[in-house]
């Protein structure tokens, strides 16, 4: 199952960031694991960065990325303890959320810029994977994957969570968080919860931002110059 659509977002604009995008979006069903959805994102920018460039290489911001496959693989755990020198990432995060995502900005980040491939981020702690499921192997990091290529984000993927009671629980304490951060409360989906009450079958699946990869591929430094319609000429 899959949907490509337009998209919108009241956050901030910039080079790699719009009010307005467009999202691939895919799922594949119960007897495909997360790493097929890997799988098909690997061979869908292989695809199209061969297509618009002639070639598998990017050029973006002075780097230069190969996307041969397959793309490389890096833990959270792994960026914690190579690149912030942290033996307690994952804990980080349950600890004090605004430390981790400091570091994971001004240290993690920028290292994985400089990779000359494309890296899968993987192992997210579960309190940074709100609607992912818990790994079957150890069920302290969620099966959540976001793909960087030359220190774009392209993507947000998730073996989906279909638990209604662990997802009520989740969205319950989210809600206390913001409550104890002073900022509004938002109301939680129960018609998300009654449609996982109903049965929703193991599933895998991922958002890509589609702009996001032309612009890699056609060598564009920012999304204004391969949207038909820059927001910022709105």
């Not at 693989?73 to 430390?99: I, K, M, T």
Request: aromatic share 8%; glycine share 6%; hydrophobic share 45%.
């Amino acid at each position: 199952m899959f949907e490509i659509a337009r998209c919108h977002r009241d956050e901030e604009m910039g080079a790699t960031m719009s009010p307005s995008f467009t999202l691939i979006e895919w799922y594949r069903g119960v007897s495909e694991p997360v790493a097929a959805v890997m799988h098909d994102t690997e061979q869908l920018v292989q695809r199209v960065v061969q297509r618009l460039s002639g070639g598998t290489v990017v050029e973006h911001a002075g780097r230069r990325v190969d996307v041969e496959l397959p793309f490389a693989r890096l833990s959270v755990a792994e960026a914690f303890e190579r690149y912030a020198r942290r033996q307690d990432g994952n804990e980080l995060a349950e600890r004090d959320p605004d430390e981790w995502f400091r570091l994971w900005v001004n240290l993690i980040e920028p290292a994985i810029a400089q990779f000359q491939r494309p890296v899968f981020v993987i192992d997210y702690p579960i309190s940074q994977a709100a609607m992912a499921r818990p790994k079957a192997e150890n069920p302290r990091v969620a099966e959540r994957f976001e793909l960087y290529c030359a220190g774009v984000e392209l993507c947000n993927g998730y073996g989906e969570l279909t638990d209604p009671a662990e997802q009520a629980a989740r969205m319950h304490q989210e809600v206390q968080s913001r409550l104890a951060l002073g900022q509004p409360e938002l109301p939680i989906d129960q018609r998300f919860i009654s449609a996982l009450h109903e049965g929703l079958p193991p599933s895998s699946g991922n958002a890509l931002g589609f702009d996001r990869l032309v612009m890699l591929a056609a060598g564009a430094q920012a999304l204004a110059d391969v949207v038909a319609f820059p927001w910022h000429r709105n």
